[in-house]
């Protein structure tokens, strides 16, 4: 099996999850025998074998993705199936497609409507023509794989993620941050947009002992100034942290020192962050996401995306004892799942 596909950051150096995915997918293919040719941006590009870095220059994603086509296009001259991921993959992935008739394979990862209160009309359609001229496609969950069919009319198979481990380094994150060994830490690790909820988690705390908790925000985005100021208008600044970047080296010992994660997302399609937590023994307070179909109920707080739900599970949170108890999903089952889509097509 001889495999073409286009990515766009690759572990270490993730923007998000779908950039875990293709690393452990990448992996996982060789490990079976498979021959990858992964095409990346050279600045997100490890010097590997089967990695293609393309320098992708300046402009905005489209633009920088349109400039690896035609690296791509080189890459499936003799691939048994095309893959790319997500709306950016659609212009490489078709020209691909057609330049050697080969079947095309799309990941969905999340929708535009997943990413954006108003998503930008330019996605939306994008992903209504990815959805409709690839041959086939997967989501990475039920969830995921119920939208894509009500939005665009598609019907993917559902290949879940697997359960990342977050290394530690035995960094001291409280006393980093100034919190007290036996002082209530919560934690939240993501992009700083609407979608993720954060606004709600930040009223949340008005319906928690704040002098207390603290909440440590992880991450940035172009909410982080607002946020911080909503935080000074609901008088509880004080309980908060603005951690900023965390890096992959350190992410583990943020989980770790957290006594909950807490993941108030709108919409969360799969949700490694979850996954990283729990691998690392922290409880997690949730609304809806897609690893929960994979979880049994009591591994998860699961609430509302509603300030006074996600209070009341910090609060059921705090008081349980003990590491959530449930079955890692593995990245290697990954690889294989898809690995049969891929015979089915070719």
């Given amino acids: 099996m001889d495999v073409a596909m286009l990515g766009w950051g690759f572990p270490p150096d993730v923007t998000g999850g779908l950039d875990t995915h293709v690393g452990e997918l990448f992996e996982g293919l060789r490990a079976e025998g498979v021959t990858v040719r992964l095409v990346l941006p050279a600045e997100h590009a490890p010097d590997r074998e089967g990695i293609v870095p393309v320098e992708t220059g300046q402009g905005d994603i489209l633009t920088r993705v349109n400039r690896m086509t035609d690296a791509f296009v080189d890459a499936a001259a003799d691939a048994d199936v095309v893959h790319t991921h997500d709306w950016f993959g659609y212009g490489p992935g078709s020209q691909a497609a057609a330049a050697h008739d080969v079947p095309w394979l799309t990941s969905f990862h999340s929708l535009s409507s ?15 023509r990815l959805a409709r001229r690839a041959d086939h496609s997967i989501a990475v969950s039920k969830l995921l794989a119920g939208r894509v069919r009500d939005q665009y009319g598609a019907n ?23 919190i007290a060994p036996d002082d209530p830490m919560l934690l939240f690790v993501g992009r700083h947009t609407h979608q ?17 908790l603290t909440l440590v925000l992880g991450g940035t985005g172009h909410l982080t100034p607002r946020l911080e100021r909503f935080a000074e208008l609901l008088g509880v600044r004080d309980s908060l942290v603005l951690a900023g970047y965390v890096s992959e080296a350190e992410l583990g010992d943020y989980y770790a020192a957290a006594d909950l994660f807490v993941s108030p997302s709108l919409s969360e399609p799969f949700g490694i962050t979850i996954t990283e937590a729990l691998m690392v023994g922290t409880r997690v307070v ?5 690893v ?10 699961e609430v509302e995306t509603d300030s006074r739900s996600i209070a009341a599970g910090v609060t059921r949170g705090l008081a349980l004892s003990g590491d959530p108890q449930f079955e890692a999903r593995e990245w290697p ?11 089915q097509l070719s």
């Fill in 114 to 128: 997943d990413r954006n209160v108003d998503p930008p009309e330019r996605e939306v359609e994008t992903e209504r």
């Fill in 196 to 212: 993720k909820g954060i606004d709600h988690l930040l009223y949340a705390l008005e319906h928690l002992p704040q002098e207390e």
């Fill in 292 to 301: 929960g179909e994979i979880l049994p109920t009591d591994a998860l707080i």
């Fill in 156 to 178: 993917p198979d559902v290949v879940y993620n697997g359960f990342s481990t977050p290394r530690q380094t035995g960094a001291d994150v409280r006393a980093r941050h100034g």
């Fill in 333 to 343: 089952a990954v690889a294989e799942e898809t690995l049969a889509v891929y015979e």
């Fill in 286 to 290: 949730a609304t809806e996401s897609g």
